[in-house]
């Protein structure tokens, strides 16, 4: 039912009027607001509505109870404001948020702001001396030190780069949700993390972060409490300047994803453990098309990983690349923790490529696929850490490449290894390295080359290896290795390994012209320093070559 309305209001507003001068008695009790085109009056009807009726909410008068059957009318909810911040024009007394007359400091800002507001960010640096709370004390909650931004609300720079929150103590922003485009986080002496993502999710779209040099050990962005955090870098060549540790994602839920651009100004942190990014405690770290780079003037003594993961999931993605880290690991992946390479994804000229270590009960998985490379490291491609307690299990598959390395391609001292397809070449010990308690060595399809030493040295006793069975022929090619070591192809320190249906150097040991076995073919004692294919250490091992 639609009652009347009276056009009784005063220029003096009150409850019930708008500013269209009538009064809405629709309800039967509290006066409201009929609400017409243009119309921003707060609308207060029976059941405790107050939704503000922005300027297109109601064309027509709103009838019945807001949320009721017979409501025809149609609010639209609150609707985003703009509220400006300058650190140099702005007054938090007299301000009005306006651009034209801008608030000050970024804790009296974002006190005001609430969801779907965004904050634009004047020209200018934040720091201590506006913000007290950029400087806070370590050991106290992000909003102690630090300043809280409300769930949904933005942050933006109203010029590109001009914009920029300093951080000297524990934190700086604590988000909850919305997103940041264009301003500049930089962390000065004695910082801490400068971006906390404590809930929800937000976007980073050309977001950069500069640190200085006693502060590269610890992190510049949190990503924790279940939140999602996407990186995207707009208009930049670079996300970073000058840092070390960049950004590190904890806890199950909780997701860093970081599409395109580039970390390539890398320093050293004068921190253990430190890494790029770090994903732990089941935090998923997603790395796609993106470069992370120690450049060759950065590069000292001090060490620092490209990423490193400790009970979490990394996924490389793309062209992503990993490179330069001298001192330390490309990728360093432990305690259960997950990693898949994948695309055109490159680990080279670290000192070591990827490297596992601490998995103990819970295997750390590490699964490369696709043109994923491990190439040109200074020491080994692929290591799983000598403590016999660890455990890795790799798997390969694709046109993945492990070549080049100054050490070992792959060397592993417990845990699994398969391979089904994929190249081991050029390295310059082992092309793969397999000891004490390799449970599971399975190869298929897969093309061992011209490494320095063995192609495959294998003297695991916790399982035997298959290079190939009269059901399942090998199908690899190992071929050209041990240049070093008179041409051997395999050296084998272990019971028993099944080889059939491979191509092996020709004309050597039994292979025909082709490099294959035919017959029954079963080399069993020793055969030392032979020259071609195989050394077998000690007598009463056994090695099949083909069944008939």
Same mark, same amino acid.
């Given at each position: ?22 009064? *809405? ?7 409201? *607001? ?18 503000? $009726? ?6 027509? +008068?709103?009838?019945?109870? $807001?949320? #009721? ?18 650190? %140099? ?42 913000? =007290? ?39 700086? !922003?604590?988000?909850?949700? @919305? ?57 930049? %060549?670079?996300? +970073? ?9 904890? #806890? ?8 395109? @651009?580039?970390? $390539? ?14 994903? %732990? !405690? ?35 993605? @793309? ?11 490309? !990728? ?11 695309? $055109? ?35 080994? #491609? ?30 592993? %001292? ?20 397999? =000891? ?16 320095? !030493?063995?192609?495959?040295?294998? =003297? ?16 690899? /090619? ?5 240049? +070093? ?12 390994? /099944? ?15 082709? @490099?294959?076995?035919? #017959?029954?073919?079963?080399? /069993? ?24």
């Amino acid at each position: 039912m639609v009652l009347a309305t009276v056009a009784l209001c005063a220029p003096l507003a009150w409850v019930g009027c708008s500013k269209d001068g009538t009064i *809405d008695l629709s309800d039967g009790s509290v006066p409201r *607001d009929v609400g017409s085109a243009g119309d921003a009056a707060t609308d207060v009807g029976a059941g405790g509505d107050q939704a503000t $009726d922005q300027a297109t909410d109601q064309a027509t +008068a709103d009838t019945g109870v $807001d949320g #009721g059957p017979d409501d025809q009318g149609a609010d639209a909810g609150p609707v985003g404001r703009d509220l400006y911040v300058s650190p %140099t024009l702005g007054n938090d007394l007299s301000g009005l948020g306006t651009q034209a007359s801008p608030y000050r400091t970024l804790d009296h800002t974002l006190g005001l702001a609430t969801a779907g507001d965004t904050v634009w960010l004047m020209d200018g640096t934040w720091d201590a001396t506006l913000d =007290s709370r950029l400087a806070g004390i370590s050991s106290v909650p992000c909003g102690v030190s630090g300043i809280p931004v409300a769930a949904g609300v933005s942050l933006r720079a109203v010029n590109a780069g001009a914009a920029t929150v300093s951080v000297s103590g524990s934190f700086g !922003l604590c988000t909850n949700g @919305g997103d940041i485009h264009d301003v500049v986080f930089a962390r000065s002496a004695g910082g801490g993390v400068a971006l906390l993502a404590q809930s929800g999710d937000a976007v980073l779209s050309g977001v950069a972060f500069t640190s200085a040099a006693d502060g590269r050990g610890a992190w510049m962005v949190e990503v924790k409490g279940g939140a999602h955090m996407t990186w995207t870098p707009g208009a930049l %060549t670079r996300y +970073a300047t000058g840092t070390g540790a960049l950004a590190f994602v904890t #806890g199950a839920g909780s997701e860093l994803t970081v599409q395109g @651009g580039a970390v $390539d100004d890398v320093f050293g942190a004068a921190a253990s453990n430190a890494a790029v990014f770090l994903a %732990t !405690l089941g935090g998923r770290l997603v790395l796609d098309d993106v470069l992370v780079e120690r450049p060759v003037a950065n590069q000292t003594a001090v060490a620092i990983a490209g990423a490193r993961v400790d009970g979490g999931v990394i996924e490389l993605l @793309g062209t992503t690349t990993l490179r330069g880290f001298n001192t330390a690991q490309g !990728l360093w992946i432990q305690g259960g923790a997950q990693a898949l390479l994948t695309d $055109d994804v490159v680990i080279a000229g670290n000192a070591y490529g990827i490297f596992a270590s601490f998995s103990n009960v819970t295997p750390t998985q590490l699964t490369l696929s696709g043109n994923a490379a491990v190439r040109n490291n200074i020491q080994d #491609g692929i290591r799983g850490d000598l403590i016999s307690t660890h455990n890795l299990v790799l798997t390969i598959s694709g046109n993945v490449v492990v070549d080049s390395n100054g050490g070992v391609g792959v060397q592993l %001292t417990t845990g699994e290894v398969r391979m089904m397809g994929g190249s081991v070449s050029h390295n310059q010990q082992y092309g793969l390295a397999l =000891s004490t308690g390799v449970r599971v060595f399975h190869v298929r399809n897969a093309f061992i080359h011209n490494n320095t !030493l063995a192609g495959i040295y294998w =003297s695991s006793l916790a399982g035997d290896a298959d290079l190939g069975t009269t059901a399942s022929p090998g199908g690899n /090619t190992i071929t050209v290795n041990g240049t +070093a070591t008179s041409n051997v192809n395999l050296f084998m320190d272990a019971p028993f390994v /099944t080889a059939v249906g491979n191509t092996w150097n020709a004309s050597v040991q039994g292979a025909d012209a082709q @490099g294959m076995f035919s #017959g029954d073919v079963l080399l /069993t004692g020793q055969i030392v320093n032979a020259g071609g294919n195989f050394r077998v250490n000690q007598a009463g091992q056994q090695l099949r070559l083909s069944e008939p």
